[in-house]
Structures are given as C-alpha cells and as structure tokens.
C-alpha cells in the first residue's frame, strides 16, 4: 500500500493501537525537562517500529523541528513526509548514499575521518554534525582521529559544522562515572573545536540523559525511547505516558486435564483440570517467544481486567493462556485479550523476555493492524 501499511495487516488478526497525543504529550514532557534546548526527535527504525509518517506528523506538530534516523534510506522516506525539517542521519555519508543526500536535503552526522573526506568530496552545501566519540567506542571520532582533525584544520575546508554532537554509553543509570567522564570530554571537543569552526551548537542528551539534568542539555536533546513511552530511568517511576497497547482475539477454549501437554514441544504440562484459550498473536508479531517461561518466571495477559498465566510456548500466531479461573461467559471465542498495553508495558515485557523495551517496540510485526489515536496520523 501507498502508505507502507503491508497488505497482510487487516483486522482479521491483532491490534495494535498508537496513541499519537501521547507522544505529543510526552514531547511536551521533555521540553519542561529541558527548557534551555531545543528538542529534536530520534524516529529511526521506523519510530521505533511505531509508523515513521504519523508520528513524524504528529511530533512536527507539537514543535519538533530535526529528527534522527540511522540511514539515508530513512532520510529519504522522511523527507517526503517533512518537506521543511532537519533531517540528521546518524550513521553518516558513504560514498554510495551522498547522492542521495544531496537529492533529499539530508544532513549528516560525520563520524570519520573518512566520511568527513567524503562528505568534502561531494561538495555538498548543507551544514553537517560533527560526531566525536567521549567513550561509546560505536561510531564518532575516536581521540586519534580528532587530534588529526584539530592538528590538521584544512580537512574541514568547505564543509560547514553546525552542530557537534556525542553520545552517552550509561545515561540510564545516573550514577555511573562514565557520565560526568564523557561530560568533560565533550566539553573540552567542543570548545577545540569552536577554535577552529567558531560557534556551533552541542547536542549530547538521549532520552535518559536528559533526566541527567540541565548540566547534559546543550543546545539540542535527541530524545526518542521517551517519547514512546519508554521509562528514561529505570527502577524509578515512569513520568511518560505509554503509548501502544495490542489486543489479540481468543479464537478457540478447551478443558485438558492430566497428563496433557500444551503447545509445541509438549514444554507444558497440565497439573489438574483447566481451561486453556488460544489467542490469535503470536512471535511474528513481536509478542517475544522468550516471554513465556523465563528462568520459571510466568508472563500474564490480561482478559477484562483479569490477570491470566501464559500456557505453554508463544507460537508464531498463537499464544495459549490459562483461563481456568475466569468466568465461563469471559473466556470465549471473540474475547479481546491484552498482550501490550496499561497492564504490560513493552518495558515489562522486554524485562520478562531477557531484553529491553526498545526491543519489544521495534519488533512489533507487519501483520499488525495498526490504529492510530489522535495526533496527526
Ligand atoms: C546517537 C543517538 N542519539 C539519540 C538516540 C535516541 O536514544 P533514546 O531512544 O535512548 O532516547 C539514539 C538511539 O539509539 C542514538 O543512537
């Protein structure tokens, strides 16, 4: 379809609902936290699997004026979206995507010496990021490459920086050391290289470092896991408001008692005589396989406001749950049942499956049927 919606998703399968003023209530969250700076908006992985057109929209709305995305094909299917915006691509040029750089308005975060060479080779007008590693060891200019671009100020000749900017390693747990050691070496890049370029702006702060506090700010925050609800700090109360929920359907009820099994691998077995549903969700949606039985610890769903085991493995389109205990006019055939949503957030999810939130969103499936809530959609 036009709008990348896959042709698979209709509502014959499960729901997933985005809750767009959320987000733009969440954006609004962030500003208060950092009023001095600006608040740009990571929407890479398709907004974190979240739909990149109505929540680009709806964030352009609440104020937002430059978004993140990791490649340049991103970019492209951005700009066509946001005709106006800063479009930063933070895994940088390569000699294959300038082009496409150029075609789109695309501006690029620099992490090399040899994507700056690129990027002058391309003699490309627009401003670029400049990216200096203060100890992430992924992308940006390690020290050696950033003394040679200090020592050796040409290899900036005709390329415009606005912007320099790094990245926090441990921004999510606010005591770690390597904050305030990546503070000062961002300070102390910045002011080296303001000698050479004169003023720019400094960004530094995700999510979680803007909850650091205003010493992190600079003049632009690069939020994105925040404004999709994900909690900033964990172990603390979440101040964002969620913002997806998935409900799955019960396609079929049976009794089983001992000595069944339930699901592949027969990994189940049945203690006493119960009630199991089989609800229409499963792995390929994102629901994750590994939350079913994680070192003995039981995921639950959630039926009308009841608290209900996972049974057996999380298939591909199937999830089977323990019914026993709800009302017989409850668990039946065209139930809705919560996977996501105010009783599981993707944070607790994730925590259940071995991995984090940011996992969970971005794995959500094609198959989706995906509605969106207010906003801008
Ligand atoms: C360079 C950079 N800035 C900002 C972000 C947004 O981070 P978060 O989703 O934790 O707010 C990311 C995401 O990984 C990133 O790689």
Same mark, same amino acid.
């Given at each position: 379809?036009?709008?990348?919606?896959?042709?698979?998703?209709?509502?014959?399968?499960?729901?997933?609902?985005?809750?767009?003023?959320?987000?733009?209530?969440?954006?609004?969250?962030? =500003?208060? /936290?950092?009023? $001095?700076?600006?608040?740009?908006? #990571?929407?890479? !992985?398709? *907004?974190?699997?979240? %739909?990149?057109?109505?929540?680009?929209?709806?964030?352009?709305?609440?104020?937002?004026?430059?978004?993140?995305?990791?490649?340049?094909?991103?970019?492209?299917?951005?700009?066509?979206?946001?005709?106006?915006?800063?479009?930063?691509?933070?895994n940088g040029p390569d000699a294959?995507?300038?082009?496409?750089?150029?075609?789109?308005?695309?501006?690029?975060?620099?992490?090399?010496?040899?994507?700056?060479?690129?990027?002058?080779?391309?003699?490309?007008?627009?401003?670029?990021?400049?990216?200096?590693?203060?100890?992430?060891?992924?992308?940006?200019?390690?020290?050696?490459?950033?003394?040679?671009?200090?020592?050796?100020?040409? =290899?900036? /000749?005709?390329? $415009?920086?606005?912007?320099?900017? #790094?990245?926090? !390693?441990? *921004?999510?747990?606010? %005591?770690?050391?390597?904050?305030?050691?990546?503070?000062?070496?961002?300070e102390a890049a910045r002011t080296?290289?303001?000698?050479?370029?004169?003023?720019?702006?400094?960004?530094?702060?995700?999510?979680?470092?803007?909850?650091?506090?205003?010493?992190?700010?600079?003049?632009?925050?690069?939020?994105?896991?925040?404004?999709?609800?994900?909690?900033?700090?964990?172990?603390?109360?979440?101040?964002?408001?969620?913002?997806?929920?998935?409900?799955?359907?019960?396609?079929?009820?049976?009794?089983?008692?001992?000595?069944?099994?339930?699901?592949?691998?027969?990994?189940?077995?049945?203690?006493?005589?119960?009630?199991?549903?089989?609800?229409?969700?499963?792995?390929?949606?994102?629901?994750?396989?590994?939350?079913?039985?994680?070192?003995?610890?039981?995921?639950?769903?959630?039926?009308?406001?009841?608290?209900?085991?996972?049974?057996?493995?999380?298939?591909?389109?199937?999830?089977?749950?323990?019914?026993?205990?709800?009302?017989?006019?409850?668990?039946?055939?065209?139930?809705?049942?919560?996977?996501?949503?105010?009783?599981?957030?993707?944070?607790?999810?994730?925590?259940?499956?071995?991995?984090?939130?940011?996992?969970?969103?971005?794995?959500?499936?094609?198959?989706?049927?995906?509605?969106?809530?207010?906003?801008?959609?």
């Amino acid at each position: 379809m036009a709008d990348g919606t896959p042709a698979t998703a209709d509502a014959t399968g499960a729901r997933l609902i985005v809750d767009l003023d959320a987000i733009a209530e969440n954006y609004r969250i962030i =500003r208060e /936290r950092a009023p $001095g700076a600006q608040v740009g908006a #990571s929407v890479k !992985a398709d *907004a974190y699997g979240l %739909g990149l057109a109505p929540v680009a929209r709806t964030l352009v709305q609440a104020g937002c004026r430059t978004f993140f995305v990791a490649t340049a094909g991103e970019g492209r299917a951005l700009r066509t979206i946001l005709p106006d915006a800063e479009i930063v691509v933070l895994n940088g040029p390569d000699a294959e995507s300038v082009a496409i750089f150029r075609e789109a308005g695309l501006t690029p975060a620099l992490n090399s010496l040899h994507q700056i060479d690129t990027w002058r080779g391309g003699g490309i007008a627009t401003p670029a990021w400049l990216h200096v590693d203060t100890g992430m060891n992924r992308l940006g200019l390690g020290p050696d490459e950033a003394e040679t671009l200090f020592a050796e100020p040409d =290899r900036l /000749r005709g390329v $415009g920086i606005s912007t320099v900017m #790094s990245h926090l !390693a441990c *921004a999510d747990e606010s %005591g770690h050391p390597m904050n305030l050691a990546q503070l000062g070496a961002f300070e102390a890049a910045r002011t080296r290289l303001q000698a050479l370029t004169g003023p720019v702006r400094a960004s530094l702060a995700n999510s979680p470092g803007v909850f650091l506090g205003p010493d992190y700010h600079f003049d632009l925050v690069r939020p994105g896991a925040a404004l999709y609800g994900l909690e900033p700090q964990p172990g603390q109360p979440n101040p964002m408001r969620q913002t997806v929920e998935i409900y799955a359907k019960i396609l079929q009820v049976r009794s089983v008692d001992t000595p069944m099994t339930v699901g592949y691998g027969a990994a189940h077995k049945v203690a006493g005589p119960a009630r199991i549903a089989t609800v229409g969700a499963g792995y390929a949606d994102g629901y994750p396989r590994a939350a079913a039985r994680r070192t003995g610890e039981v995921m639950h769903a959630h039926v009308a406001g009841h608290k209900v085991p996972l049974f057996g493995r999380v298939s591909m389109d199937l999830i089977t749950i323990d019914v026993s205990e709800l009302p017989e006019a409850v668990a039946v055939p065209g139930q809705e049942v919560e996977l996501v949503g105010p009783n599981a957030t993707p944070d607790s999810l994730g925590a259940s499956a071995g991995t984090i939130g940011y996992e969970v969103l971005t794995r959500f499936g094609n198959r989706l049927h995906r509605i969106y809530r207010g906003g801008s959609a």
